[in-house]
């Protein structure tokens, strides 16, 4: 390897030489048993540059490894900064504070239920919650604002109700359907979900293999732990992968990414439209309070907007600018089908289909954008009676995500004329609790409880499913079934009638 800084091809740096630049003026990093001079990536760094000076002249590994992939060094830092290999045996060990949470959440390891004992998806996100780091899990499980709309994600399934039908030969039933023109096995796929080596040190390739067994899709997101090719080159044979593309500033940057996604057989690009700017989830923020050095949340100043905590750490790079008027630029650079993603009323739709997207997802992000957005689901039973009436429902695929945790909400969601739906959280939380295991056993479960739930409605297949098997009526009602709001709850201090008197 070539490097243009002085005399380190011939001998290793030591530990004390880069102990030597730790300032703001002059500041290395080791990562990997390498050098690095990032003094002026400093102010460029997403995540602000205390996390970067937390590490100058030291070793950033463990903190930098979770947030970045591999070959981020190498495509962000010019190589003349690239200073060699450093002697490990040389750089002093930094003796770590003993943290009483951690040590609990280590016993609580040990004494985790077998994975047999989880029998549905909520199982998983209830012994993650146990198991997890607790800044990892504040990252996966927070919601914008009051977290309205994302336990609303959820809570909107509950007012669909089954109308099912009897007497039908459901002895063969065939789950499998196509979406975007790919043969899938069950009609869900792995949505999009950033820095999955927060939960697991392998990463997104663990739900690429996951994937993989099940034949489902996997949406490869664009702020994976992981870089893209390591995800590609983790999938078999004819897999089938989708790309989430933030959409860079720096639109070179964007025409590189898609066409190389393309170059390696993606057959999808999914352009994320709900994230001009990213929410604000206040327990992610509040987790990382103690520790000013996180890429991941950073709370401090130093020119980081602290009100949008882990957004603006990891995608300070996205275009509010994005417009309609860039459609027919994506679609000049790439013939991968171009679905948007986070749309949330039927007027979108209906103008998707008249600038030539191939699909929609109808998505509010898992709730961590705008709070009180509608859920998918709700969005869907007003869009599909509108493109059917207007001719248009054999135009373009229409995709939910969002609180999807049992088969039966993927019936509903068929049902109202979904072509299929995008799980996230629930294979994160799977993943960081058993890792590939535990990935296997959540598809599994989808795929055993689908089965079950489609001869009890009456159908065999899912080109059945329509609308005449669920009532909907309940679903427009905002006034019933609203989550409380936990965080007014706990702060109101309740009226109180008179009181007894004291005891003289």
């Known amino acids: 390897m070539n490097h243009d800084s002085n005399n380190t091809q011939s001998k290793k740096l030591t530990g004390q030489e880069v102990a030597k630049h730790n300032n703001r003026d002059d500041c290395w990093v080791i990562i990997h048993g390498k050098a690095y001079d990032v003094t002026e990536f400093l102010p460029e760094h997403p995540g602000g540059p205390k996390i970067i000076l937390k590490y100058a002249g030291k070793d950033g590994t463990e903190e930098y490894d979770p947030i970045h992939p591999p070959d981020t060094l190498d495509k962000f830092l010019d190589r003349s900064k690239h200073l060699g290999e450093v002697d490990m045996s040389t750089v002093e060990q930094e003796e770590k504070e003993e943290d009483p949470e951690e040590a609990e959440r280590l016993e609580r390891v040990k004494r985790m239920p077998i994975l047999e004992q989880c029998y549905n998806l909520m199982d998983f996100e209830a012994v993650a919650r146990r198991v997890m780091k607790k800044t990892a899990w504040a990252y996966y499980s927070s919601g914008a604002d009051d977290e309205i709309t994302m336990r609303e994600n959820h809570g909107a399934f509950h007012k669909i109700w089954f109308r099912p039908r009897i007497l039908q030969d459901v002895e063969n039933i065939d789950l499998s359907t196509t979406m975007l023109g790919s043969k899938v096995s069950i009609p869900f796929y792995v949505t999009a979900t950033a820095l999955g080596k927060l939960g697991n040190p392998e990463g997104e390739v663990v739900l690429t293999r996951g994937a993989r067994k099940h034949n489902v ?12 090719d390591e995800i590609v080159d983790a999938k078999e044979g004819d897999q089938v992968q989708w790309l989430q593309l933030y959409v860079n500033k720096n639109r070179e940057i964007t025409e590189r990414i898609v066409k190389h996604a393309e170059s390696r057989g993606c057959k999808g690009l999914f352009i994320t439209v709900d994230a001009p700017q990213l929410g604000r989830r206040e327990k992610d923020m509040r987790s990382k309070f103690s520790d000013v050095g996180s890429n991941v949340q950073n709370t401090g100043g130093d020119n980081v907007d602290r009100s949008q905590g882990a957004a603006r750490a990891i995608s300070s790079f996205i275009d509010p600018a994005l417009s309609w008027k860039d459609i027919p630029w994506f679609k000049s650079i790439t013939k991968m089908p171009i679905i948007l993603k986070g749309v949330q009323r039927v ?46 429902d ?20 068929l049902c109202l004329g979904a072509k299929g739906v995008g799980i996230g959280r629930p294979f994160l939380y799977a993943m960081s609790a058993y890792g590939l295991p535990g990935v296997d056993r ?55 009638g008179p009181k007894e008197k004291s005891k003289l």
Request: proline content about 4%; charged content about 25%; overall charge negative.
């Open 442 to 496: 959540a598809m599994q479960l989808l795929k055993d409880e689908m089965e079950m739930n489609m001869r009890l409605i009456g159908c065999n297949s899912v080109d059945q499913l329509g609308p005449e098997f669920v009532d909907t009526r309940g679903l427009s009602m905002h006034s019933t079934g609203v989550p409380q709001d936990t965080l007014a709850v706990n702060v109101y201090d309740p009226l109180a």
């Open 394 to 413: 054999n135009k373009i695929e229409v995709f939910i995500d969002g609180g999807i945790r049992r088969a039966t909400d993927i019936i509903k969601a």
């Open 217 to 228: 899709i996997q949406m490869i997101p664009t702020l994976a732990s992981c870089s893209f």
């Open 347 to 392: 007027e979108d739709v209906i103008r998707a289909v008249s600038v030539g997207c191939d699909g929609v997802v109808l998505s509010n992000h898992g709730g961590r954008q705008l709070d009180f957005a509608r859920s998918g689901v709700e969005v869907l039973a007003e869009v599909m009676p509108e493109l059917r009436r207007l001719g248009l």
